[in-house]
């Protein structure tokens, strides 16, 4: 298979080398490693110049890494692109393997693979797909060991679970270029990925790989450590996607289900760590099939002066 590669960074000096290590380090060597700088004002430069010309650079004003992502894929000259962002690691095998899966068929479209969480250089035992609710992996045709290929669009369980990550992504360019790319729509939300994934969806086939091939960093720089945040996202993107393509309207019963949902676990979030003022505008959001009587009550106690709260009782943290 012949590949580009493209990694998104803004501001990753310290992290953006293991990155490019474990890229360039492919037991299937890349056509190209492509790097849209999004506007750095760090040692990013000087980083990259160590790198040349195995790395090619393109720089860009700070636009979000979905903008840079689009950047990367529009330069790309290979017939499939990878991603990767700019703190996470590959297995040497990610290349290879995802090679192999495009061999056993090759009318792939999109393909991901399984990842886990690294924090502190440490790779976490479990894996994403670990988490995946029971039926989610139903239909799945087998293609090899550990392959596996969705014949249909699978936006209905994206919906309802999202174990897909983009550094984890490898993609057919023309179809994905076809499919608009990266969806910029979304902004700089936070988890602004999951509008592509929802798109890609509707892609077929769709190839997974079950081995966990990927690392995930989680640190202070990134944003998806914070559930409340992530939930809050996800529930703009859904409302975003609904709005802007027709295609989803068979699933939107579905989609304003989860964003109701999505919100109602942000509020509970936002109410166990005494941030009354998020629980206020979150309930403000809340369709009224969801507000129950212990979410107004929660948005009752968030309404009164601080010292009455604690009078009752109430401490942040604590669960009603």
Known sequence: MDVSVVIPSYNRAKLLPFTLDAVLGQSLP?????????GSR??????????????????????GSIVARNAGLRQASAPVVAFCDSDDLWRPEFLATMAALWRAEPRLRVAYANFRIVRDDVWA????????????????????????????????????????FPSA??????????????????????????????????????????APLVGIRKHGANFSANTRAMNLGDARILE????????????????????????????????????????RAIYALLPGAVRSR???????????????????????????
């Open 30 to 38: 890349p056509r190209e490693v492509i790097v849209v700088d999004d």
């Open 42 to 63: 760090d040692d990013t430069a000087a980083v990259l110049a160590r790198y040349q010309p195995a790395v090619r650079v393109i720089t860009i004003e700070n636009s």
């Open 125 to 164: 035992n479990s894996a994403k797909f670990d988490d995946a609710p029971a039926g989610f992996w139903a239909g799945l045709r087998p293609v090899g060991e550990g392959f596996g290929v969705f014949d249909v669009p699978i936006v209905d369980r994206l919906v309802r679970f999202q174990p897909f």
């Open 169 to 210: 992504c490898v993609a057919d360019r023309a179809a994905m270029i076809e499919a608009g790319g990266w969806d910029e729509g979304v902004g700089r939300t936070v988890g602004d990925d999951f509008g592509t994934v929802l798109r890609l969806a509707e892609l077929h086939p769709f190839g997974v790989v079950a």
């Open 240 to 279: 975003y996607v609904l709005a802007s393509r027709p295609s989803l309207a068979p699933h939107a019963a579905l989609i304003r289900d989860s964003v109701a949902r999505r919100r109602r676990d942000a509020l509970d979030s936002a109410f166990a760590d005494g941030d009354f003022a998020a629980v």
């Open 294 to 320: 212990r979410v107004r009550v929660k948005r009752l106690i968030a309404g009164l002066p601080g010292p009455v709260a604690g009078w009752i009782g109430l401490r942040p943290g604590q669960a009603l």
